[in-house]
């Protein structure tokens, strides 16, 4: 029976997934850690306070309920960490290498998710292949290329078992986002329910790759179960499951909200970003290695967050 540590488990991805792994591997196999408490946390669940940039902190909690797996989600996400980029090395690397050492010293498995931030200027933007460029200029892509590099060395050089994906921007309606750039494309749906409009940051034409968080949970899931010899590559997998822009996003919710309304107000500094990574990645390494496959399109996403959304805000569509 696995026993996992989750890091950063308030945040965006890891309130879902410690759900999904409490269902799947039973509630006292999942322990939920953040530098932060919500109340009504601890009913599901073990969850410990825990900050990353404290390595005997993590190591403590991990021996303590004698974890065979650690999912590494705490971190700095984009667009705060070009407000902070000294705050964000020290978590994004500081976490890691701490969350890499308790691994080695305790054994244990390990997933951390990079992003399609790893990407940069000089990579191909069109159906951006597994192993390309990696010259990044944000302080989020640096961290994540570093990252990506630190997860393979642990892997080679001491014989951890890590495993990662490159995420892209993920859509979900339990917890907010929590800072990055295509934030926008969760925004979106948040404003349809309650205003029928929506103000983008980011501009007309300008793609990106998204998934629906359903198909997230899966495909960690999935890549943690893989056979070892099956896999080629480690850190980290591409894996998309839609490209679009703000427009694609109105289109689609005008199929239910007629009179929706898109308009912009473009953000610089996110545009930057924006303008910096993939329009559309290629996950062919992820579907022939750990079969990889999402279930979700741009459509059947935005049926099932209209519909989720309302309900959270008690709205009939
Ligand atoms: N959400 C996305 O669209 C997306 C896309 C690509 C990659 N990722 C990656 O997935 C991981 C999780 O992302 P997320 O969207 O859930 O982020 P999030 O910002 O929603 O959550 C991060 C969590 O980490 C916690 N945290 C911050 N500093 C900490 C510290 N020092 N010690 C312990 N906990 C700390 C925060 O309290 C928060 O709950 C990150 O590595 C991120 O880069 C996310």
Redesign the pocket.
């Known amino acids: 029976m696995k026993k996992i540590l989750v890091?950063?488990?308030?945040?965006?991805?890891?309130s879902e997934l410690t759900s999904k792994l409490r269902e799947i591997y039973g509630s006292d196999n999942v322990i939920g850690?953040?530098?932060?408490k919500i109340d009504g946390q601890q009913e599901q669940g073990p969850f410990e306070l825990?900050?990353?940039?404290d390595g005997k902190q993590l190591f403590d909690i991990a021996k303590r309920y004698e974890v065979d797996t650690i999912m590494?989600?705490?971190?700095?996400?984009?667009a705060?960490a070009e407000s902070f980029p000294k705050v964000a090395w020290d978590?994004?690397m500081g976490?890691l290498v701490n969350a890499l050492e308790v691994s080695k010293n305790l054994d244990l498995q390990f997933f951390?998710?990079?992003?399609?931030?790893a990407f940069g200027p000089t990579t191909p933007k069109d159906q951006t292949p597994q192993d390309t460029f990696q010259r990044p200029t944000t302080m989020?892509g640096v961290n994540?290329v570093a990252g990506e590099l630190l997860c393979d060395y642990y892997y080679h050089r001491f014989n951890i078992d890590t495993r990662g994906v490159?995420?892209?921007?993920?859509i979900s309606y339990v917890?907010?986002?929590?800072?990055?750039t295509?934030d926008y494309a969760v925004e979106i749906y948040y404003e349809a329910i309650k205003h029928n409009a929506y103000e983008s940051y980011i501009a007309e034409g300008t793609y990106m790759d998204m998934m629906y968080m359903p198909d997230a949970l899966n495909a960690i899931i999935k890549l943690m179960e893989a056979d070892p010899s099956r896999l080629v590559h480690r850190n980290a997998f591409n894996i998309s499951a839609i490209s679009a822009q703000p427009g694609d996003f109105a289109n689609a919710i005008r199929k239910h909200l007629p009179d929706f309304k898109l308009s912009y107000k473009v953000d610089p500094v996110r545009q930057q970003i924006a303008e910096s990574w993939p329009n559309s990645i290629d996950s062919a390494a992820a579907a022939n290695e750990w079969g990889f496959k999402a279930d979700y399109d741009i459509d059947r996403m935005t049926k099932e967050m209209l519909e989720k959304v309302s309900t959270k805000f008690n709205v009939k569509q």
């Open positions: 890091t950063g488990a308030l945040g965006q991805i890891g850690t953040d530098i932060r825990v900050d990353v940039t590494h989600l705490a971190a700095l996400l984009s705060k978590i994004n976490g951390t998710p990079s992003s399609i931030g989020y994540k490159r995420f892209p921007g993920l917890a907010p986002p929590g800072g990055g295509t």
